[in-house]
């Protein structure tokens, strides 16, 4: 388990096999002893075609001027429900195309998703906060 955990995060996709039948399955929650970080449980839920789910997607970065701007994350992973065909693991934000310190928020995100995909979180609720690096001087590249 540990080492399917080191790939494969709460709402990833994982493949079990079950007296030799295989099955489709997420992963919908992991425990840990909170002193030893040793695993407790794990819980799947299997997939079903058309099914509705609830899961969560991890938040990813690429890109962005690290020299430039601090980039905080207020959320790693947002809970989100959708038919089985449309299940993702991940939301990858680009950050080059961010040029300015702003805000990103929930509903910046739900408007690129696909049409079943629908993050449960308020709109207004703030994923990622992008700010100019104190002392940044506008000549440095």
């Not at 075609?49 to 430039?68: D, H, R």
């Not at 040029?99 to 703030?126: A, C, H, W, Y």
Request: glycine residues 4%; hydrophobic residues 35%; charged residues 30%.
């Amino acid at each position: 388990c540990d080492r399917l955990l080191r790939v494969v995060k709460v709402g990833g996709l994982a493949s079990l096999d079950v007296e030799g039948k295989a099955y489709k399955t997420f992963i919908t929650e992991v425990q840990r002893e909170p002193m030893t970080n040793q695993l407790q449980h794990l819980s799947f839920e299997e997939l079903r075609p058309e099914k509705n789910v609830k899961s969560v997607a991890q938040i990813s970065l690429t890109g962005g001027n690290m020299q430039k701007y601090e980039y905080i994350l207020t959320r790693q992973a947002v809970p989100y429900e959708a038919i089985t065909e449309d299940m993702i693991e991940n939301i990858c934000i680009n950050l080059d195309k961010y040029d300015k310190p702003m805000n990103i928020t929930v509903g910046d995100l739900s408007k690129k998703q696909k049409s079943t995909f629908r993050i449960l979180l308020e709109d207004d609720l703030e994923i990622l906060y992008i700010r100019q690096r104190p002392g940044w001087n506008a000549n440095e590249q």
